[in-house]
């Protein structure tokens, strides 16, 4: 049997991105479509860590471990964002949030 | 291949689908945090000990928790409003990440990869991660401080409660009644309102 390489962690990493951008143009919950966001991250993430463990080099857990603090921050502010949205309107669906049209 | 990594990547994508097609929003939840974890494994088979442990707590720890959190502070009555059914939305939106996906797998067919430059794992520790930080990464790591920074100030200032016009009026007929009988006392309340 092939050893693991790199190119089975990529295919992993992008799957599990497509599985996040189908989740955040599908679904019509805001929650829904802020996981969906932290795991298309998440699939980023696993493709850095596997580009850094493969060319023996460190960058990219660097660069992982600035994505996650941004990914942090993103988590503070968006779900504030969010139940902020929810006092206002009662609901957290796509589908009514719809003041700025029109 | 390796059994490990076969279980751990088929475990976490199929947690990952379970979440992005389960309808009750705190299973979708539980069923991120196991994708998280499977992450999180993932780093760690790398040889990423900090990355995946910071993983683990980040993710796994505080987001979990806060996604529940906000789920439970949002949850309504119209939960069944996210109905089944195959809108045009929906087609389009499989028909994009059906794209997506197959341009993602033929590039990573088609690209040579190179094999690995070491057959044994490097070693990675912390500290060498700490000096990259502290040498190559020093502006990168303060500006990332000053983000965290701003964002924990801007999550308090978006999530707390607007002060209601109405509240305020009661707030101040309260506090302003007892004082009415003493003019001059009334108008030192109302400059300390104010």
Known sequence: MKPVGLEHYLVV?????????????????LLIIYMSLELMLNAANLALVAFSRFNNKLDGQVMVFFVITVAAAEVAVGLALIVALYRKKQSAHVEDLTTMKS | MDLAFIIIAVLTLASAVAAMSLRNLVHCALCMVMTFAGIALTFL???AEFVGLAQLLVYVGAVAILIVFAILLTRSED??????????STVVGF?????????????????????PQ???APHVSVKRIGEQLMTN???PL??????LTAAMIGAVVIAMREPDPADSVDVQQRNGSPLKLDPDSKKTAVVANE
């Open chain 1, 13 to 29: 990493s992008g799957l599990l991105f497509c599985l996040g951008l189908w989740g955040v143009i599908v679904r019509r919950n």
């Open chain 2, 45 to 47: 088979q790398l040889n």
């Open chain 2, 79 to 88: 939960a069944k409003k996210e109905v089944r059914f195959v809108s045009s």
């Open chain 2, 95 to 115: 028909g994009v990440v059906a794209l997506v996906a197959v341009s993602l797998l033929a590039a990573i067919q088609h690209t040579q990869i190179l094999p």
């Open chain 2, 118 to 120: 070491s057959v044994v």
């Open chain 2, 137 to 139: 990464y020093v502006l």
């Open chain 2, 142 to 147: 303060e500006v990332i401080g000053l983000l």
